[in-house]
């Protein structure tokens, strides 16, 4: 059975870090693309960032390049998200979701319940 | 950037009957080399993570019943529900993965008339 399970969110004040972690199981990791996907409270969802199979591909949305990095360990099994320069717009749930091939073009064929990042003073 | 936009924002069906949600694409997602468009549909029922039912803007995801259909091709696509069950009551949101940002349509809720 596909499980991902997000952990790392918090409060964090405008300005401020945090690294997001995605623990896998039940497929192998190493084969599939992984995303982040974040949704504001009441709001749609917002596509954030992939990386590829191997690691050495990575795509962001324009509102956080610069300032997120998404990394992936295949040894561990676990997907990041390191977050910095965090703004009030960045508050939302942020999910591991995972691609349904290797290649980064690819759709999401598995959601996490998310991780709620809140950027508050 | 390729901007997904979807129509209507809302819609109220009949159980029974049928329900179309639209989504378009600023730039086509069609891939030349494999005539493939790259568009993916997703049902995000209310506290739940969204669930895969279309991808390659037609073909159903496993498990998916049959009267979820998905068709279009370039920039202009279509979601339909054949006939409206009750659980199939939720927001429904297209996606491009043709080129990065692989960005969402705005979302379309389903409602029971």
């Known amino acids: 059975e596909v499980q991902v399970l997000e952990s790392g969110g918090g409060l964090v004040q405008p300005g401020g870090s945090l690294r997001l972690s995605c623990s896998a199981s039940?497929?192998?990791?190493?084969?599939?693309?992984m995303n982040w996907v974040r949704q504001a409270p009441g709001k749609g969802l917002e596509w954030v960032s992939i990386?590829?199979?191997?690691?050495?591909?990575?795509y962001y949305a324009d509102s956080v390049r610069g300032r997120f990095t998404i990394s992936r360990d295949n040894s561990k099994n676990t997907l990041y998200l390191q977050m910095s320069t965090l703004r009030a717009d960045d508050t939302a749930i942020y999910s591991c979701?995972?691609?349904?091939?290797?290649?980064?073009?690819?759709?999401?064929?598995?959601w996490g319940q998310g991780t709620l990042v809140t950027v508050s003073s | 950037d390729i901007v997904m936009t979807q129509s209507p924002d809302s819609l109220a069906v009949s159980l029974g009957e049928r329900a179309t949600i639209n989504c378009k694409s600023s730039?086509?997602?069609?891939?030349?080399?494999?005539?493939?468009?790259?568009l993916a549909w997703y049902q995000q029922k209310t506290g739940q993570p969204p669930k895969l039912l279309i991808y390659?803007?037609?073909t159903r995801e496993s498990g998916v019943p049959d009267r979820f259909s998905g068709s279009g091709s370039g920039t202009d696509f279509a979601l339909t529900i054949a006939s409206l069950q009750a659980e199939d009551v939720a927001v429904y949101y297209c996606?491009?993965?043709?080129?990065?940002?692989?960005?969402f349509g705005p979302g379309t809720k389903v409602d029971i008339k």
């Open positions: 039940g497929f192998t990791f190493s084969s599939y693309a």
């Open positions: 979701a995972k691609g349904l091939t290797a290649g980064c073009n690819s759709p999401i064929d598995f």
């Open positions: 990386i590829c199979d191997t690691g050495g591909r990575t």
């Open positions: 390659w803007a037609s």
């Open positions: 996606q491009h993965y043709r080129s990065s940002p692989f960005t």
């Open positions: 730039q086509s997602v069609l891939h030349s080399s494999n005539n493939r468009s790259y």
